[in-house]
Antibody
Framework: QVQLVQSGAEVEELGASVRISCKASGYTFMNYFLHWVRQAPGQGLEWMGI????????TYARAWMGRVNMATDTATSTLYMELKSLRSEDTAVYYCVRESYTGSGSYLFWGQGTLVTVSS | DIVLTQSPGTLSLSPGERATLSCRAS???????LAWYQQKPGQAPRLLIL???SRATGIPDRFSGSGSGTDFTLTISRLEPEDFAVYYC????????FGQGTKVEIK
């Protein structure tokens, strides 16, 4: 079965960077786009960006352009997201998600979430 | 970007009642590229509906989606105790955006 297993919680200082991983299994990694979605405490869902594991092409949401970098390691079927210059408002749960089927933009598969806490 | 506005913010209902949740888009969502998710505290969201009206795998038939263009609706025909949660709509026609959510709480 499809699984997305994310790395553990992180505590980072203001201005630092954080890198989260998401290991995929149970399907052909190259065949489905992957996204990152975040959720601040008590808030709604925000789309951060998309990556095509086949080729590595990315598109980022305007809000994070210049601060976010997404990458994949096809040898280990792992997705990475790095967020730089952390601000207090970056404290959130970050989810990696996989499209329901090739070319769909809906998300049938979700990682368990990674809590990133930005402290001063 | 397409802005999605969900209403009401909170819906207070009793088990067995019908829930009707609205999602309005700032401009037309083509090809009905709209999804609905359910989220319970401490859990990742769960996909309920895709393509505006197709139930995802394993979703009970008390959940139904309808609508097109700029107006979409999620209906829960008879609320079960496990249905009390927050619901989000998402469009994936032009980039990707979510509504702000509707909380369905026990009256």
């Amino acid at each position: 079965q499809v699984q997305l297993v994310q790395s553990g919680a992180e505590v980072e200082e203001l201005g630092a960077s954080v890198r989260i991983s998401c290991k995929a299994s149970g399907y052909t990694f190259m065949n489905y786009f992957l996204h990152w979605v975040r959720q601040a405490p008590g808030q709604g869902l925000e789309w951060m960006g998309i990556i095509n594991p086949s080729g590595g092409g990315t598109t980022y949401a305007r809000a994070w352009m210049g601060r976010v970098n997404m990458a994949t390691d096809t040898a280990t079927s792992t997705l990475y997201m790095e967020l730089k210059s952390l601000r207090s408002e970056d404290t959130a749960v970050y989810y990696c998600v996989r499209e329901s089927y090739t070319g769909s933009g809906s998300y049938l598969f979700w990682g368990q979430g990674t809590l990133v806490t930005v402290s001063s | 970007d397409i802005v999605l506005t969900q209403s009401p913010g909170t819906l207070s209902l009793s088990p067995g009642e019908r829930a009707t949740l609205s999602c309005r888009a700032s401009r037309s969502v083509s090809s009905n590229k709209l999804a609905w998710y359910q989220q319970k505290p401490g859990q990742a969201p769960r996909l309920l509906i895709l393509g505006a009206s197709s139930r995802a795998t394993g979703i009970p038939d008390r959940f139904s989606g309808s609508g097109s263009g700029t107006d979409f609706t999620l209906t829960i025909s008879r609320l079960e105790p496990e249905d009390f949660a927050v619901y989000y709509c998402q469009q994936y026609d032009t980039s990707y955006t979510f509504g702000q959510g509707t909380k369905v709480e026990i009256k």
